[in-house]
């Protein structure tokens, strides 16, 4: 196993000092959701699982469940089993009788020329309906196959999530500013047929090439000996073809011409077993293979169901904004299952936040008039540097705000509160990772004080707990940082990796199971991979990842994944990746990589090694520095001494490098970073 950089979180722990208190104003407690203080009570372990009941009761149920919770097959936990559900219903259908002509979807595209789209359910449902027919009887799909979709923010996604899932089809979104390379990585892992994208969308002000990556996904698939049979492709603009690149005939279709041939069609939502998959989101770990994470379709859209109502405090009557993008779980839970589910207005931005200038966010917000916001401490500090005081700029008013992703600066919480929030909107500090379906840790927004940079206490029905080492609980008030896991199971944590159980079972129940053939919940804490401290109040502060997992903007990459990235290039020997801490992006890369023998660094060689990890990956992936190194410091066993590199990335002490193999190679190194 490769040596952690967990030392220097743990510190921060110690020397952190603690935040004062804000409590929630009186005008939000008084139209709060939920003020019942007994809420802890209801969902503590005593009433576990039948707590959750009520979330499901958010719902409606082709058949009610027959339990709750079984363990049968621990800790591949099964949620609500025997009920039959379906999420597209209870998204879509369910709100027609009463809310057929309220907005759904407020779509704003990037370009402010453009006008904002307001959807309507009724019309969610004609455009949901009908691109579910051409799914099933154009291109075959049926319960248990999976579509991949690589789209950008624009409606269709939401609409080809919600087709899949009328279905029973497992839909895979891959963010759309990954790679053509990446998509084809995650097709050939979910083994879907289909990939349905779009020609372009707008990005900062230019027309990015979306179609391009389906192209090359398709390709990298077939060298996977995994054949893509249909590739389907929206228009952004209905009648126009944006892409560079021309159909690929009898593979290509262009969707907007197929679904002339759709008009009228419904297909009827399918009641699927409440255990059935929904959708498959990969992430990163501590291998260079990311992970499909497997959520089913009852327990979660009840989790997110629940979560939506109660932490995000939406109302029917609310404009919901959150400007995550719907590529990652947060979009899929907070964006389109959780909103939808309560029949909520969601709005939808295209592009990215400062475009064309740092009020955008603010103007979005006046217009529509949203109340509840919802976005990532990176989004909170880009919006800060390039324009401080915009929120002054613009007439309009949060009752509640969300920060998601990475811990938050107090200095930044500040901002969010008192320039964002003007002073009167309750934030809520959400802590919780892709495989929990919703969130861990939050305030109850009307019921517990905020605290800035502190997550809170566990949600209601979580109940957290910190280990050490060796197993022993810390106790609260303790100062001292371990790793923070989850004691019981939650209906929105996901099922499985997709194609790899025993990798799931491995990396998220075995470290602290009490006993590996126990079908007791109780002996199977989740373990989620992030150091904690929990303060004498019992609130949370997240220290960040403790494995090979860097943070860079909310955006969750694994080391392994850049450094495979790296060693595609032909005179790159060896490659190490280290986070550094960033103003903005909280953590960026920095690669290290040694060359083979015979070849000299250049600055075409630094370009083409940057490049290959935004061809791999992303250009959100793409390392901060790129430094070619005649040596890597290393352990007599050969070890890479990430650590080291860290330290000498970050321009601090180095600790004890006596035993490493190549002392001499610090003080090179570190001469090397400092110029
Ligand atoms: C990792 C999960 C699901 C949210 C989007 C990210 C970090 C998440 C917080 C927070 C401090 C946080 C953790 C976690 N994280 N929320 N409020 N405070 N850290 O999902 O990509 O799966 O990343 O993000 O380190 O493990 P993800």
């Not at 919901?320 to 029949?343: E, F, K, R």
């Not at 910190?466 to 939650?490: L, M, T």
């Not at 990396?507 to 006993?515: E, H, I, S, T, V």
Request: charged share 25%; aromatic share 10%.
């Amino acid at each position: 196993m490769e040596e952690r950089i967990d030392v220097p979180e743990a510190e921060i722990a110690v020397h952190w000092q603690e935040e004062k208190y804000y409590y929630p104003p009186t005008k939000f407690i008084t139209q709060a959701n939920l003020t019942d203080e007994e809420v802890y009570e209801r969902f503590s372990l005593d009433k576990f699982p039948e707590c959750f009941n009520e979330y499901a009761g958010l719902l409606d149920w082709y058949k009610h469940w027959e339990r709750t919770l079984d363990t049968a097959d621990a800790p591949f936990w099964g949620w609500y089993v025997g009920g039959r559900i379906n999420a597209s219903y209870n998204c879509v259908d369910r709100h027609l009788a009463k809310n057929k002509n309220k907005t759904a979807i407020h779509f704003v595209p990037e370009l402010e020329s453009e006008a904002t789209q307001h959807i309507t359910y009724q019309e969610l449902y004609v455009r949901v309906s009908e691109f579910a027919a051409l799914l099933r009887d154009f291109c075959g799909l049926k319960a248990g196959d999976r579509a991949t979709l690589h789209m950008p923010m624009v409606p269709e996604l939401p609409i080809a999530m919600l087709a899949c899932a009328r279905l029973g089809v497992i839909h895979s979104q891959v963010f759309s500013g990954f790679s053509g390379r990446a998509c084809a990585d995650r097709i050939v892992d979910s083994g879907s047929r289909v990939l349905i994208t779009m020609d372009g969308y707008y990005r900062n002000g230019a027309i990015q090439d979306q179609k391009e990556k389906a192209d090359i996904a398709a390709e990298e698939a077939a060298k996977g000996g995994h054949s893509v049979e249909k590739v389907l492709i929206w228009q952004r603009y209905p009648g126009k073809y944006l892409s560079a690149k021309p159909a690929v005939h009898g593979r290509d279709h262009i969707v907007n011409d197929l679904l002339k041939g759709y008009r009228g069609r419904r297909a009827e939502p399918v009641p699927m077993p409440a255990e059935a998959p929904l959708f498959l989101m990969y992430t990163s770990g501590t291998t260079g293979k990311p992970k499909g994470c497997q959520h089913s379709t009852g327990g979660y859209l009840a989790y997110v169901a629940g979560t939506s109502k109660y932490i995000q405090d939406i109302h029917p009557e609310d404009v919901y904004w959150c400007m995550a993008d719907i590529g990652w779980i947060t979009g899929h839970s907070y964006i389109v299952y959780g909103p939808l589910a309560l029949g909520a207005s969601t709005v939808i931005y295209e592009g990215v936040p400062t475009y064309p200038d740092a009020g955008r966010p603010w103007r979005i917000a006046e217009e529509l008039d949203v109340n509840i916001f919802h976005t990532s401490p990176t989004a909170i500090r880009a919006l800060r540097r390039a324009g401080p005081d915009e929120p002054n700029n613009y007439d309009y008013h949060f009752k509640h705000m969300t920060t998601v992703g990475e811990p938050i600066e107090p200095e930044v919480w500040r901002w969010y509160h008192n320039v964002v929030g003007k002073g009167e909107a309750v934030i809520v500090d959400t802590w919780w990772q892709t495989e929990n379906g919703g969130f861990l840790c939050s305030t109850v927004p009307a019921l517990g004080p905020m605290k800035p940079g502190s997550a809170g206490p566990g949600v209601p029905g979580i109940h957290p707990v910190i280990y050490d080492e060796d197993g022993n609980e810390i106790p609260r008030g303790s100062g001292r940082a371990g790793n923070i896991c989850i004691r019981n199971p939650w209906p929105g944590i996901f099922q499985t990796i997709w194609g790899d159980p025993d990798r799931f079972v491995a990396q998220y129940y075995a470290r602290y199971c009490k006993d590996q053939n126990s079908k007791d919940w109780r002996d199977w804490p989740y373990f989620a991979g992030d150091g904690a401290v929990q303060a004498p109040d019992g609130y949370y502060r997240i220290l960040g990842r403790i494995d090979d997992v860097i943070n860079v903007a909310g955006h969750r990459l694994g080391t392994k994944e850049i450094e495979s990235a790296a060693l595609t290039v032909p005179e790159v020997a060896e490659a190490a990746v280290v986070p550094v801490a960033d103003e903005i992006k909280g953590k960026v890369p920095d690669l290290y990589v040694a060359l083979k023998p015979g070849f000299e660094p250049s600055p075409e060689l630094h370009k083409r090694i940057s490049d290959a990890v935004v061809t791999e990956i992303s250009p959100i992936a793409r390392p901060a520095h790129v430094w070619i190194v005649p040596d890597m410091p290393k352990t007599r066993s050969g070890k890479i001494m990430r650590r080291v590199l860290a330290a000498i990335s970050s321009g601090q002490e180095a600790g004890d490098v006596s035993t490493l193999a190549n002392p001499e190679v610090v003080d090179e190194l570190r001469h090397m970073v400092a110029v």
